[in-house]
């Protein structure tokens, strides 16, 4: 008799190597104050490498990508090199780390990109809508701007914006990148129907919003294989002021699309409709990270039995994972004591809140 699959086994990812199904989710820190990665982030990844796949921070693939004040790029030969220095100290502790390749589209300000030395940029976007509610920028939180529509030539040089910062991702020594195509950024923003009001190839019906994900998707996998993309997804979550009138055939129609390609993984945030989780696990062949819907972190490690049932093959965990560097140590320590994190300290500043999270053996040593 096969004995079950359990969150501590081992998973192939198509050309990566998990070693185990606990994802650590992609949380954006704000600690790469001129783009650039720093040593602290090589530590902070390097303490988190217990996890069976790493998926960074939001990683902008162009000046116009970033959103937010001191979040990475992976656009310059800079960028690229500064990367290493986390990419090799994961390695090190034998751990996985893919690059979330995320453009904030109209989720973003001008006092940003200015701050980040490109000058003050419109932040773009499918149409002209303005996303209601505010925005960090480095002077606080402001109003959203109306962002500047992509021209159809401005669209191909995004997708490839994507493809190069993919194949920077593989040469700084990432084992691969997640293309984020969930909350309510720019790929997201073109799936929305209030976002994207265009009339052309780009909007209109699913299949047209749904393209610019599916011709990033593709670009990236032509630049690095699909056996080392993945993708994340969020039907229907809101996030960004999103609203997606027609969810369930939007995301049913872009699955079975996209589950030609062959990626590594689909990494959902099933939040914004966990009732669609079943049908896209169905729907989709290969493995499925699911970021499962759930408000209160304790009760997280309820998560491990999705892969026990065979809901998921891999469950992704982001605030957890902030306040214990060892949480998978901990997890397989059925019942061991889990920190909550200091959310004030979730952006920007130093070490502290960051690196300073003990591991179960150094609290217990102390
Ligand atoms: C501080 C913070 C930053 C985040 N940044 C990102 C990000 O850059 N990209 C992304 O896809 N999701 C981001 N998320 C969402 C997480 O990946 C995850 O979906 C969310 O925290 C829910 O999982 P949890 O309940 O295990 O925390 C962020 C979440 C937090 C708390």
Known sequence: MSEQTTAFDPITLGSMTARNRIAMAPMTRSRAYDTLATADMATYYAQRAGAGLIVTEGIQPSMIGQGY???????GADQRRAWRQVTDAVHAEGGTIVAQLMHTGRIGHP???????????????????????????????????????????????????????????????????????ANGYLLHQFLSTNANL???????????????????????TEAIGADRTGLRLSPNNGLGDTAEEDHPTTYRG????????????????????????????????????LNPAGADPLEHPRRLALIDD????????????????????RLAADGAPLAL???????????TGYLDYPTLVSTRSA
Not at 69 to 75: E, S, V
Not at 257 to 271: I, K, P, Q, R, W
């Open 341 to 351: 994190p200091d959310l004030s300290k979730a952006y920007g500043g130093d070490h």
């Open 111 to 181: 006092s940003t990109t200015e701050a980040a030395g490109h000058g003050p940029l419109t932040p773009v976007g499918p149409s002209p809508v303005r996303a209601a509610g505010q925005v960090f920028t480095p002077t606080g939180l402001r109003d959203h701007v109306v962002p500047r529509a992509l021209t159809e030539d401005e669209i191909a040089a995004t997708v490839t914006d994507f493809a190069d910062a993919a194949r920077n991702a593989v040469a700084a020594g990432f084992d691969g990148v997640e293309v984020h195509g």
């Open 69 to 75: 004040p001191a979040t990475p790029g992976l656009h």
């Open 198 to 220: 265009r009339t052309d190839a780009w909007g209109g019906g699913p299949r047209n919003r749904s393209r610019l994900t599916v011709e990033v998707v593709r670009a990236v």
């Open 254 to 289: 872009l699955v079975s699309e996209l589950d030609t390609f062959g990626l590594a993984y689909l990494h959902l945030v099933e939040a914004g409709d966990p009732a669609l989780t079943p049908e896209i696990r169905a729907a989709w062949s290969g493995a499925l990270l």
């Open 310 to 329: 065979g809901t998921a093959d891999v469950v992704s965990f982001g605030r957890l994972f902030i306040s214990n560097p060892d949480l998978v140590t």
